[in-house]
């Protein structure tokens, strides 16, 4: 990290940096909430790759904006605009109908049609409540500046909230998530859960919106579940994998961000992004290193069984 005289420098002795950094309040309250969020986004984000429902949860990340600019606008908590909209718009999209020829496309198109009017919503509110303008970068690219306590505390008891649920419904969603036929042959209430799970994206969603502002929040929903899928197929191992690569992200775009000016949603995209790639690589390197062996193996095999 260059040293500059507009900020905090990076000394290069990571033990007296992290002591510095976290003498901070409002660090130790960014770095409790960036775990809360990282958690709950990994987890739940690795069912929702694994659901291939990416889009639904991109939509649910951006009505997050028009939620917290709305509830500024009326003078309550934007935390609570967060929460209300992004739920408010999961249920919205579980009562979409899903049978019958055609369903997938209606449904991907009502959805974008949602999206985007909430998202013109959005700067409506943005444009009628004019003090609030200054913090348009920070709705939407994120910061970890003016976390409080009581917003700290919030993030954990719906991170605790959401955890416990989705570890009650992680076996019938796994099977309904792989074949959703037969588990529903097999008695499983596949819309249930499917509603179920769109609460926990859209209060994932919410609450990551307040670290890495509406527009990233798909980096800690999508980038970490999405690298654990590429390199594990077992799912214990792909959520534990996810989670931590979630966390890691997290982890070290505060510690940057915290040297830098630029908002702490670019550095988590940017690590999450570069996790993707390096394993994505792996992957091919190994894949390609295996048929490297197994053409030796054939061209050997005849010349070893020749008398």
Do not use: K
Not at 14 to 24: F, K, M, N, Q, R
Not at 134 to 151: D, E, H, K, P, R
Not at 218 to 230: C, D, E, H
């Amino acid at each position: 990290m260059t040293p500059t005289d507009e900020g905090p420098a990076w000394s290069w002795n990571p033990i007296a940096d992290l002591g510095e950094i976290w003498s901070y309040p409002f660090m130790v309250n960014a770095f409790q909430a960036g775990t809360a969020v990282a958690v709950p986004a990994a987890a739940i984000g690795w069912f929702m790759v694994l659901r291939r429902q990416s889009f639904a949860g991109h939509t649910l990340a951006l009505v997050g904006f028009p939620g917290a600019a709305g509830a500024t606008l009326v003078g309550i908590s934007a935390v609570f605009g967060y929460f209300a909209f992004c739920i408010t718009a999961a249920l919205v999209i579980a009562a979409i109908p899903r049978t019958g020829r055609g369903g997938s496309g209606q449904e991907s198109a009502l959805i974008g049609t949602v999206q985007a009017f909430l998202l013109s919503c959005g700067f409506l509110f943005i444009a009628l409540y004019e003090g609030f303008l200054g913090g348009v970068n920070a709705l939407l690219f994120g910061s970890f500046l003016g976390i409080t306590t009581a917003q700290v505390w919030t993030l954990v008891a719906v991170t605790a909230v959401a955890l416990a649920v989705l570890a009650l419904i992680s076996r019938p969603l796994l099977f309904s998530s792989i074949d959703p036929d037969v588990a529903a042959g097999r008695g499983v209430p596949t819309r249930l859960l499917s509603t179920v799970f769109l609460v926990l994206l859209g209060a994932a969603a919410a609450g990551t919106s307040q670290i890495t502002g509406v527009l990233l929040v798909f980096a800690l929903l999508v980038m970490p579940a999405a690298t654990a899928q590429s390199l594990t197929a077992r799912p214990a191992f792909g959520l534990a994998l996810s989670v931590l690569i979630g966390l890691l992200v997290t982890w070290l775009a505060l510690i940057v961000a915290y040297y830098s000016p630029y908002p702490i949603g670019f550095f988590v995209t940017t690590f999450a992004f570069g996790a993707y790639v390096l394993a994505r690589l792996g992957v091919l390197a190994r894949r390609a290193l295996l048929d490297v062996v197994s053409r030796t193996a054939a061209v050997r095999a005849p010349a070893g069984d020749t008398p």
